[in-house]
């Protein structure tokens, strides 16, 4: 299958800092990309679509100015986590599809453990 | 209305036997896919299988098979002759044709597999 690359796999930060998280598709091209939330023992909560070349599409209650998303190629998509707080530590997920039909598989990337303390 | 739906939070199962991980749906596309991923502790999600909303055969990989019941919409998971490498979070999702590609996940079941 495609690969998705997600970097860092994990990073701590200081409280008022800012990350960035990189998307990577290594072997296709994602015009699509989607941001995804984990919090331990739950389930995947969609943040943002990212969307090559153009603004991201942010989901209800999600604050677009504490997660700025930029699609700048078909092959990455960044999440920058802007002066991040303790109750911004979660696991952030990226994945990219081939194509936007309920039948195309998504292909996720390895996950980024953020801690801020 | 949740879309999908994972009523087990946990599941035990012996060694070398089967298991299945329930997943109800809900959608009004007509076009749409099932996914279900594993995930360990490790973060990262591992694609199991898919089911087509139009596949007229369930879908099988290796020791997974997807029970679909299009009428009852549902995707159990049935995972054969267990091993303690299976033992993780299980999450059941969907992709609808008419949602620009997202996923909806449902809560997970977390499987443990004795020995």
């Known amino acids: 299958g495609a690969v998705v690359s997600q970097h860092p796999s994990r990073v701590i930060c200081k409280s008022g800092t800012s990350v960035k998280i990189e998307c990577r598709s290594l072997d296709f091209q994602a015009t699509t990309m989607f941001w995804y939330r984990q919090f331990p023992k739950q389930s995947l909560m969609l943040m943002a679509t990212s969307n090559e070349g153009s603004k991201a599409t942010y989901e209800q209650g999600v604050e677009k100015d504490k997660f700025l998303i930029n699609h700048a190629s078909l092959t990455l998509s960044t999440l920058t986590v802007t002066s991040a707080h303790p109750e911004d530590s979660s696991f952030y997920i990226c994945?990219?599809?081939?194509?936007?039909?309920?039948?195309?598989?998504?292909?996720f990337g390895q996950g980024t453990r953020l801690t801020v303390v | 209305a949740q879309k999908i739906t994972q009523t087990q939070p946990g599941m035990f199962v012996q060694e070398k036997e089967a298991v299945t991980l329930d997943c109800t749906y809900d959608?009004?596309?007509?076009?749409?896919?099932l996914f279900w991923y594993k995930q360990p502790s490790s973060g990262e999600m591992i694609f199991l299988i898919y089911q087509g909303s139009y596949d007229q055969q369930n879908a099988t990989e290796g020791r997974y098979s997807l029970n679909f019941q299009k009428a009852r919409k549902s995707a159990n998971l049935v995972i054969s002759a267990s091993q303690l490498g299976d033992s993780a979070m299980y999450f059941c999702?969907?992709?609808?044709?008419?949602?620009?590609?997202?996923?909806?996940f449902g809560d997970g079941t977390t499987l443990t597999v004795k020995p």
């Open positions: 994945s990219a599809s081939l194509g936007g039909g309920g039948n195309t598989e998504a292909f």
């Open positions: 999702a969907m992709r609808e044709g008419n949602n620009a590609g997202k996923s909806t």
């Open positions: 959608t009004s596309d007509p076009s749409y896919g």
